[in-house]
């Protein structure tokens, strides 16, 4: 659904852009992108919390209530869920790069290049680190995987949300990052009980996405790169220990729900 708005209506403002301006037009479409998302989110958001609220009228979902008794997530979690998204996204990164030796695809990197130049961190991460994020959750993780959830196992509606979220973002680079994080997020907010884990998550790895790459063509002292190296290994320990953490806390809350 939110693919569907995006498209159209980027592909839309990108033929008028064009027909008015030829090339100049794909030039101030990549320099409004991160706003055209943005808003195509904010454009799918209501409708969607409005489908997610009629279907949980209709439906007893395991415990999948936020801020609801033993499904609460406290100020500390949500700073730990933030946290782990980090240490996802960094970890799942590397691995993609990794694979990318492989599938040798360039364009997603070019992609963000075009659509990032120039543009404030800040602005940056408000669409892309806060609005994009809770748009995509209540789609994919309130909406769809909660509705596959009903008709078929926890582990196949996990894994089938992931990955109709990795294809959503429309390139093969992209595809298996988000695929993998979307798995993620759905098997933690199922481990957790409350819908606003995911949405953490996914702020967490976008903000860190940013700001990491930010960082990486700031800094080019080899002292500041070994300091800013140390510190992605302490993200990636803490992200195991907290991912623990959770898993733990979910089993112990599954065994109350039987």
């Known amino acids: 659904m939110h693919f569907l708005i995006f498209q159209i209506a980027g592909n839309?403002?990108?033929?008028?852009?064009?027909?008015?301006s030829g090339q100049e037009g794909v030039t101030i479409y990549n320099n409004n992108a991160i706003v055209i998302t943005g808003v195509a989110g904010l454009c799918v958001l209501f409708p969607a919390l409005y489908l997610y609220t009629r279907d949980q009228k209709?439906?007893?979902?395991?415990?999948?209530?936020?801020?609801?008794?033993?499904?609460?997530?406290?100020?500390?979690?949500g700073v730990l869920l933030l946290i782990l998204g980090a240490g996802a996204a960094h970890f799942f990164n590397v691995i993609v790069n990794i694979l990318q030796i492989f599938i040798r695809s360039?364009?997603?990197?070019?992609?963000?290049?075009?659509?990032?130049e120039g543009k404030s961190l800040l602005m940056m991460i408000f669409w892309m680190g806060i609005i994009a994020p809770v748009s995509e959750e209540v789609v994919f993780r309130w909406l769809?995987?909660?509705?596959?959830?009903?008709?078929?196992?926890?582990?196949?509606?996990?894994?089938?949300?992931?990955?109709?979220?990795?294809?959503?973002?429309?390139?093969?680079?992209?595809?298996i990052y988000a695929s993998?994080?979307?798995?993620?997020?759905?098997y933690v907010l199922e481990m957790t009980g409350n819908l606003l884990s995911s949405v953490l998550l996914?702020?967490?790895?976008?903000?860190?996405?940013?700001?990491?790459?930010?960082?990486?063509?700031?800094?080019?002292d080899p002292q500041a790169l070994s300091i800013l190296g140390m510190g992605i290994l302490v993200l990636f320990i803490l992200a195991g220990i907290i991912y623990?953490?959770?898993?733990?806390?979910?089993?112990?809350?599954?065994?109350r729900c039987v």
Do not use: C
């Open 12 to 20: 839309l403002i990108l033929l008028l852009l064009m027909g008015l």
């Open 58 to 77: 209709r439906r007893m979902a395991g415990g999948l209530l936020p801020g609801v008794g033993e499904n609460h997530l406290s100020l500390w979690d």
């Open 244 to 255: 623990a953490y959770f898993m733990k806390r979910g089993k112990r809350r599954k065994k």
């Open 144 to 175: 769809l995987y909660l509705r596959l959830r009903d008709y078929m196992k926890t582990g196949a509606a996990t894994v089938i949300s992931g990955v109709i979220f990795g294809i959503y973002h429309g390139n093969i680079t992209q595809a």
């Open 202 to 220: 996914h702020i967490g790895s976008n903000i860190w996405s940013l700001v990491i790459s930010e960082a990486a063509l700031q800094l080019t």
């Open 106 to 116: 360039t364009t997603y990197q070019e992609n963000m290049a075009q659509i990032t």
């Open 180 to 186: 993998i994080l979307g798995i993620v997020f759905a």
